[in-house]
C-alpha cells in the first residue's frame, strides 16, 4: 500500500543552519506530495506542496522538489530561525490511495538562538 | 481565511463515559477528516464524510462512530471512553478530495482516566 517514511527527530540546529529533512514515499500511480508545519499548540498547516514530478514547492524560505526516480520529497531551508521549530509532516494525497492523505510520522525541529 | 474549530482544546473523561467530539468549519467544504495524532505514529485517519449523512471508515475506527448532520459540522463520538483512547484529535476539512490542501483545526487534548 501507499506509505510515507520521514527522518525521525528530533533535529536540532542552531539559527541560520541549513535544514534537510526528508521523505520517502511509496504509492502506485501519481500521487500529489505535501509537507505540513504544526506549531506548539496549533493544528497542522499546509508549507508547501508538488502535483507532479520535477516540481518544486516553496514557502517561507522552504523548499523541496518531487522526485520520482528517487521517490523522494525532501524539505530544505538555507537557513533556520528560532520561530521554524515545530513538527513538520510529510504527506501524499491524489487519486491513488482512494483519495485519502497519508501522512509520515513528524520530524520534530527544534532551533536554538 | 478558512476556519475550523473544535469544541475543546482539553478533555478530561472518565472510562466508560460517552464523549462527543464537535468540529465546524466555515469554507463550506464537502469534505471532513477525523484524526487521531500520537507520538511516532503521525496522523492515523479514523473517518471521514464526502457529504451531509455519509461517512466511510478510515484506518481505525473501531471504538468510534461519526455524525454529520449538517455540511458544515462534523462530530466524533467515543461510545465508551477507554484509556487507550487518549490523545490528540485532530480535524481536517478539503474542497477537493485527496487533492488539495487540508484545513485543519487546533485540535482536541483528550485524556481518558
Known amino acids: 500500500g501507499n506509505s510515507v517514511t520521514q527522518m525521525e527527530g528530533p533535529v536540532t540546529l542552531s539559527e541560520e543552519a541549513f535544514l534537510t529533512i526528508n521523505c520517502t514515499y511509496t504509492?502506485?500511480?501519481?500521487?500529489?506530495l505535501f509537507w505540513y508545519v504544526q506549531y506548539p499548540g496549533e493544528g497542522l498547516q499546509l508549507l508547501l506542496k508538488?502535483?507532479?514530478?520535477?516540481d518544486k514547492g516553496s514557502n517561507k524560505g522552504f523548499e523541496a522538489t518531487y522526485r520520482k526516480e528517487t521517490t523522494s520529497f525532501h524539505l530544505e531551508k538555507g537557513s533556520v530561525q528560532v520561530s521554524d521549530s515545530a513538527v513538520y509532516f510529510c504527506?501524499?494525497?491524489?487519486?491513488?490511495?482512494?483519495?485519502?492523505?497519508?501522512f509520515g510520522a513528524g520530524t520534530r525541529l527544534f532551533v536554538k538562538a | 481565511d478558512v476556519k475550523v474549530t473544535q469544541s475543546s482544546r482539553y478533555l478530561v473523561k472518565r472510562t466508560g463515559e460517552k464523549v462527543f467530539l464537535e468540529c465546524v468549519q466555515d469554507?463550506?467544504?464537502?469534505?471532513m477528516f477525523w484524526y487521531r495524532q500520537d507520538p511516532g505514529l503521525g496522523l492515523r485517519l479514523i473517518y471521514f464524510?464526502?457529504?451531509?449523512?455519509?461517512?466511510e471508515k478510515g484506518d481505525i475506527p473501531e471504538g468510534y462512530s461519526v455524525s454529520r448532520e449538517k455540511k458544515e459540522r462534523f462530530s466524533l463520538i467515543l461510545e465508551s471512553a477507554s484509556t487507550n483512547q487518549t490523545s490528540m484529535y485532530l480535524c481536517?476539512?478539503?474542497?477537493?478530495?485527496?487533492?488539495?490542501?487540508?484545513?485543519f483545526g487546533p485540535g482536541t487534548r483528550l485524556t481518558v482516566t
Open positions: 504527506a501524499l494525497g491524489g487519486y491513488t490511495g482512494g483519495f485519502k492523505t497519508i
Open positions: 464524510s464526502y457529504d451531509v449523512k455519509m461517512k
Open positions: 504509492a502506485t500511480g501519481y500521487p500529489s
Open positions: 481536517a476539512s478539503t474542497l477537493k478530495r485527496g487533492l488539495g490542501e487540508q484545513y
Open positions: 508538488a502535483t507532479k514530478a520535477d
Open positions: 469554507m463550506d467544504h464537502e469534505n
